[in-house]
Nanobody, 123 residues
Framework: QVQPVESGGRLVQAGDSMNLSCTASELAFAVLDVGWFRQPPGKEREFVAAIGVNDGDTYYADSVEGRFTISRDIVKNTVNLQMNSLRPEDTAVYFC????????????????WGQGTQVIVSS
């Protein structure tokens, strides 16, 4: 079964930075639309950021705009989420998702999903 794998989640303090990474041996991220989502405790999963096959196409949720950066490393076959100025409200399980088709901005429908990595930001 094709499944992206997330890594990098840990416990940090408010104001710290963290980089999450997503990879999958069965998927060539260079030709996929990839997104990051998160599910805070007791809440539904929400969109965080996305990157299209054309790296100029990046999208962010309003809550992370200016603090988070999504990028693609073709050599390492990873998609990374650099998170700066972390806040306690960023605490969540972060998921990576990939799509071999075209993702419509705003709909954020992906075919392949990872198991998630836990991010905890203490105040």
């Amino acid at each position: 079964q094709v499944q992206p794998v997330e890594s990098g989640g840990r416990l940090v303090q408010a104001g710290d930075s963290m980089n999450l990474s997503c990879t999958a041996s069965e998927l060539a991220f260079a030709v996929l639309d990839v997104g990051w989502f998160r599910q805070p405790p007791g809440k539904e999963r929400e969109f965080v950021a996305a990157i299209g096959v054309n790296d100029g196409d990046t999208y962010y949720a309003d809550s992370v705009e200016g603090r988070f950066t999504i990028s693609r490393d073709i050599v390492k076959n990873t998609v990374n989420l650099q998170m700066n100025s972390l806040r306690p409200e960023d605490t969540a399980v972060y998921f990576c998702a990939a799509e071999s088709g075209t993702v419509v901005p705003g709909r954020w429908e992906y075919e392949y999903w990872g198991q998630g990595t836990q991010v905890i930001v203490s105040s």
